[in-house]
């Protein structure tokens, strides 16, 4: 509605949601004149918007369809995973030169968000490429192996990390996949659980240890094609909800990795993983974000239009006051992912600020999501309606990609350091 | 062989934005309101993108007439694969009384400014429906027109189109250089991939003002007053035909 106050600057162009949503965006060109102050949180450059709505519209158009037989049938469809690929969505960060979009960190951020309206497990898919996958490839792969593996992860190969086992979810350096060294090769084994993509994958990077005796500092990140002897994936769990997403055990029977497949150096897997995820829990916050965004625009119209005791149930003020609150929680879970994602991007410490988004993102879907089926009632419950489904999705947001309470000990560390001085 | 296909692009509100009219009755609510790309202009840069695909034309340039927006517009047809654009200065008052008149005689000049041999454009724009730009140009141009496209093949130095016609479809030749307006079934237009967007960004667009093309903007249509559709009246329910023909008549409909 436009009872929000848009702002209009000659230069920019305002666009009003299509669908009620909690965020109003603003297009403006990256060099904003000097003495305009500080533009909101909510600002993109033309990139970004274009993305964004692009994104958008193949979303709505290409994947709304199937989500439903997806859900049903536990199975991304091949169409989904090829159409993504085409419109360069799975290698956003991966630079022209070998393939890929060439745009930023944030681009992904709204990218997330967008496929997460419509369809979370296909917007899971897409952030683990982009944040974690292709991050580590880009940033730590030497320029063979770069050469080897960043065209096909732009144009058509999916990847898989490995880093969790049936022993090791949190306390993920207990691992216990073994990487044994053989002069200029190593043997890998072990069992890796809770895989996300590994139905689909192409190649996987496999966290192992290469020196027990060191602890945790032997932790070594391998790469591993799907076609090497001895890698096995595990049967898909039979999951809750991000069901079309597959999530597979990936079993390691004496794999042979040359030593040049090693992802940066020996030992320092267990840092890599860390730095890496720090990124990928911002993404995380973009897909819980984009997934309660699009459980709520599914809902608010109904209670707009379902008339009980003679008026919209919308008119009732204890409903209005629920609404106004979980809008507030959506802005405010926007706006913290939105600026860790730019703290990221600035090169700024974001540490902290990313932790924080995932935690609330989490949190506020969950919380969004139950709201929303209470306010459809009766129907919210049913599948024929797609409320459920965000309701079911939302719960894995608290437990993967570091547990709502690895994120709060993080913060509160990190707090403690910050009041050390 | 067409060299240059000029493609006309308009930016319009969205096609899924409820409208509402201004509270003076002077026209509709544009301000804060999401617009795109007019969808009968998509399927004409589709189909300009398509031919340079083919080889059976050398550039594409996207031409957009209004005010510092359209250059969006401009952008999304840049992503779908036009090599340049150029944009049209009009603003105020002279862009809210811009009609097909102003604009085919821009795209009139253009085209022989460009020496442009093929000229694209969407049937009629959502807006305001009219239906008219595609066939002025090609009147001020003296070229001949397919209109109403549902197919288009070059043959030669000449284009066979398809027309989507109350009838049917009729088939016509023309020579070329030509005007064609495309029809809904014309093409499916692709998606912006999200490299292209990235590349749109490097492709240059060109200011042009409509003086420089000695364009007289000056509208012979006053727009009196814009009123919304009536609200749709409940219906009444009658029990035998006797009555229906009685209601009828009392309504002064037979």
Known sequence: TDANLQLYRPWASCQAPLRPTSSHTIAVEQSAPAGTGFPPLQTFTEEEAMMRDAVRKYAQERVAPLVSEMDENSSMADEVIKSLFELGLMGIEISTEYGGTGSSFFSSVLVIEELAKVDPSVAVLCDIQNTLINTLMSNLGTEEQKAKYLPRLATDMIGSFCLSEAGSGSDAFAMKTKAEKHKDYYIINGSKMWISSAEHAGVFLVLANADVSAGYRGITCFIVDRDTEGLEIGKKENKLGLRASSTCAVNFDNVKVHEKNILGKVGQGYKYAIGMLNGGRIGIAAQMLGLAQGCFDHAVPYTRQRMQFGKRIFDFQGLQHQIAYVATQLEAARLLTYNAARLKEAGRPFVKEACMSKYFAAEVATLTTSKCIEWMGGVGFTKDYPIEKYYRDCKIGTIYEGTSNIQLSTVAKLLDQEYNS | MAARVLVGVKRVIDYAVKIRVKPDNTGVVTDGVKHSMNPFCEIAVEEAVRLKEKKLVKEVVAVSCGPQQVQETIRTALAMGADRGIHVEVSGK??????????????????????????????????????????????????????????????????????????????????????????????TPRYATLPNIMKAKKKKITNVKPGDLGVDLTSRLEVLRVDEPPQRQAGVKVETVEDLVGKLKEAGRI
């Open chain 2, 94 to 187: 002279d862009y809210d009384s811009l009609g097909p008149l102003q604009v085919s005689k821009i795209l009139a000049a253009l085209a022989k400014k460009e020496e442009a041999s093929l000229i694209i454009l969407g049937k009629q724009a959502i807006d305001d429906d009219c239906n008219q730009t595609g066939q002025m140009t090609a009147a001020l141009l003296d070229w001949p027109q397919g209109t109403f496209a549902s197919e288009v093949a070059v043959e030669g130095d000449k284009l066979k189109v398809i027309r989507e016609v109350d009838g049917g479809l009729e088939t016509i030749k023309i020579n070329l250089p030509a005007v064609v307006t495309a029809d809904l079934r014309l093409n």
